[in-house]
Structure formats: structure tokens, C-alpha cells
């Protein structure tokens, strides 16, 4: 099955500053890799899909790209709600599968 | 918009069943575009897609195969619901259990999390 990878585990970042956190699969993707948001007691909230399309209501703060095996999540100026853990899922090779995710901590 | 409700117990003995269920409002979980969904969280497994279960002029399963001899899926068409049933479990099977709608490979929504606890 297609493995997903995180770097780094956890990101330490000051409001308002810029996080960038990273996906590689090991095996090719193409670009149908979606990265959701978790938060503690709350359902995890899908992001981003086709690698780069914002979910329904998602803030413009949120982008993602890559292709492939590589991927990225990019939030350009963190708000206190963003930290969270943001986890990436590949539906390209059956059986689906997601990363362990990215712990984003305030610094 | 759709919203999924999980129930069930939190504390399972080793070799019993962890049985929960998922409520489905503003959907139908006989969708012919949705796949109904477990997945699981744990620190030692991170995680697992579990199994689904969907409805394509019949109803069909799929399972993970870590799990493939002791679980089962199952629709409830009368209440609008699914359920998983994890056979024989251990402490391994500790987790917070979710379900989730895919479409097209995509999860939204997702239950809220259930931590299930393996222990005597």
C-alpha cells in the first residue's frame, strides 16, 4: 500500500507567521492527495483536494501544491484557530490511505 | 448539510466486540455516490482506513486487511445508519474510531471520534 509521510511531526510557529508543512507518498499520487484538519474533540475537516483546490469555506490562507510524491500544505499567516493537526490522504492507489500528520504548535 | 453522529461505548474487554454506530442526517446511507466509511486513530498505527460499505444496486464491502477476519460493516436502511462491529479485540484495537462519507476518494464529513479503550 502507498505510504504516507509527514515532515516535520510538529512545527512550532508564532501567529501571523507563515507554516509550510510537507506530504511525500511513496509511491506516485498524481495529484490526488487531500490534506484535512484536526482538531482535539472535532471531526477532522477536509482542506484541500486535487492537491491544490480549497475545500468549500476554506480561508484563501490555505494552499496547497505538488504532484506525484510530493506535496505541501502552505498557511500563509496562522490564525489561533489553525493550530491543529493536518494529516494528507492519497486516493489514487487502493486501499486509500492518510499520513500521520503534522502537529502545528504555537511558538 | 451532512452530519454524522457516532454512539457507543468507550471501554471494550479484550476479546469482546467494539460495536459503534454512525448516524447519517442529510444524506442516505443507500446513496449511489457515497461510500460509508471506519477509520481509526492510534498512536502506534496512526492512522488505518478500516472498511466501508456502499450501495451500488446491491450492497458491497470492502476491508482492511488488518482487520479483514474480525470486522463487518453493516447499513441499517430503517434508521439511516451504519455500523462496525470489531470482533475479538485487544489493547492494540485502542483508538479513536471515526466515520466519514467519501465521495470520489474524498472524506467530508467525518464523525466527531470515539476513543475506544481495550482493557479488563
Known amino acids: 500500500e502507498t505510504v504516507m509521510t509527514h515532515s516535520p511531526a510538529t512545527l512550532s510557529v508564532s501567529p501571523g507567521e507563515r507554516a509550510t508543512l510537507s506530504c511525500r507518498a511513496s509511491q506516485g499520487v498524481s495529484t490526488n492527495l487531500a490534506w484535512y484538519q484536526r482538531k482535539p474533540g472535532q471531526a477532522p475537516r477536509l482542506l484541500i483536494y486535487?492537491?491544490?483546490t480549497r475545500a468549500t469555506g476554506v480561508p484563501a490562507r490555505f494552499s496547497g501544491s505538488g504532484s506525484g510524491t510530493e506535496f505541501t500544505l502552505t498557511i500563509s499567516s496562522l490564525q489561533s484557530e489553525d493550530f491543529a493537526v493536518y494529516f494528507c490522504q492519497q486516493y489514487n492507489n487502493w486501499p486509500w490511505t492518510f499520513g500521520q500528520g503534522t502537529k502545528v504548535e504555537i511558538k | 448539510q451532512v452530519q454524522l453522529q457516532q454512539s457507543g461505548p468507550g471501554l471494550v474487554k479484550p476479546s469482546q466486540t467494539l460495536s459503534l454506530t454512525c448516524a447519517i442526517s442529510?444524506?442516505?446511507?443507500?446513496?449511489?455516490?457515497?461510500?460509508w466509511n471506519w477509520v481509526r486513530q492510534s498512536p502506534s498505527r496512526g492512522l488505518e482506513w478500516l472498511g466501508r460499505t456502499y450501495y451500488r444496486s446491491k450492497w458491497s464491502y470492502d476491508y482492511a486487511l488488518s482487520v479483514q477476519s474480525r470486522i463487518s460493516i453493516i447499513p441499517d436502511t430503517s434508521k439511516n445508519l451504519f455500523s462496525l462491529q470489531l470482533n475479538f479485540v485487544t489493547p492494540e484495537d485502542t483508538a479513536v474510531y471515526y466515520c466519514?462519507?467519501?465521495?470520489?476518494?474524498?472524506?467530508?464529513?467525518w464523525g466527531q471520534g470515539t476513543l475506544v479503550t481495550v482493557s479488563s
Open positions: 442529510g444524506d442516505s446511507v443507500s446513496s449511489n455516490s457515497a461510500t
Open positions: 486535487g492537491a491544490s
Open positions: 466519514g462519507r467519501a465521495r470520489s476518494g474524498l472524506f467530508d464529513p
